[in-house]
């Protein structure tokens, strides 16, 4: 078990904006005059509901990220958006928990996403309601009350492999502590916390236990000009056959 410290949240979350971008979390109300984004929450996301913005919020980004990429398959954008969403909760959850030892109510109905925004995704939070800020807590919050949803919603859509869906979010949770890593007082318990989520079952056996490489791919390589990531189970890109792509 890691022991963090525990101090109080602060409404505006200043403490992660040192760390990048990925880890930055926007309250409603954090700004003088702002007021409340008009943007569906990641519960209507995962429901497929329509919102008073975008008809359909995640098929809204995977085209989004298709065309910017050039994606010649909605799957392969699908699988980048999802692991672009997941690394920004990892990083929220997994910031929080390091540096003030709790974690705000993360929860799918209090955190709106912009569909249309650049990378990293935009995440605004609904209030703030601290929880501690341990690891049975970060996978109940981020892996049961995110993570499942979102994987049953892409897998039905776009046919990605859960394999493939859990390997993005394994990758990415290992990501967001290679952040924290780079900061001597965050490395333990980064890493503790991440050794513990990535034991539980639904990411267990994701990554190799020694190298931390994927077992799985997320098709960055069939883009054009794309390549094999940092950790991928593959060394070099595949080659595409006659017929079709592979992977």
């Not at 995110?146 to 859990?166: D, F, K, S, V």
Request: glycine residues 8%.
């Amino acid at each position: 078990m890691v022991l963090l410290l525990v101090v109080d949240l602060n409404p505006d979350l200043a403490a992660l904006r040192p760390l990048g971008a990925f880890f930055v979390l926007r309250t409603i109300g954090d700004t003088p005059g702002a007021s409340h984004p008009a943007l569906p929450t990641l519960a209507q996301v995962y429901e497929n509901q329509a919102s008073d913005v975008y008809r359909n919020s995640m098929t809204f980004r995977v085209r989004k990220v298709a065309d910017a990429l050039n994606a010649p398959e909605l799957r392969i954008a699908a699988s980048i958006a999802h692991q672009g969403l997941v690394a920004r909760l990892w990083s929220v959850a997994l910031g929080c928990a390091v540096l003030y030892g709790r974690i705000p109510d993360l929860a799918p109905d209090r955190l709106h996403w912009d569909p249309d925004a650049s990378a990293p995704d935009d995440l605004w939070l609904d209030g703030m309601r601290p929880l501690p800020g341990d690891a049975g807590t970060i996978a109940d919050v981020v892996l049961h009350g995110h993570l499942e949803p979102l994987t049953a919603a892409l897998q039905a859509e776009y046919r990605l492999a859960t394999g493939l869906l859990w390997g993005n979010a394994a990758s990415a949770l290992a990501g967001a502590a290679r952040q924290l890593d780079r900061r001597t007082d965050l490395s333990a318990p980064a890493r503790g916390l991440a050794a513990e989520l990535l034991a539980h079952p639904l990411l267990a056996g994701t990554l190799d236990d020694s190298t931390l490489r994927r077992r799985s791919c997320c098709l960055y390589y069939r883009l054009p000009g794309g390549g094999v990531c940092g950790d991928c189970c593959f060394t070099r890109a595949p080659r595409s056959s006659p017929g079709g792509s592979s992977g």
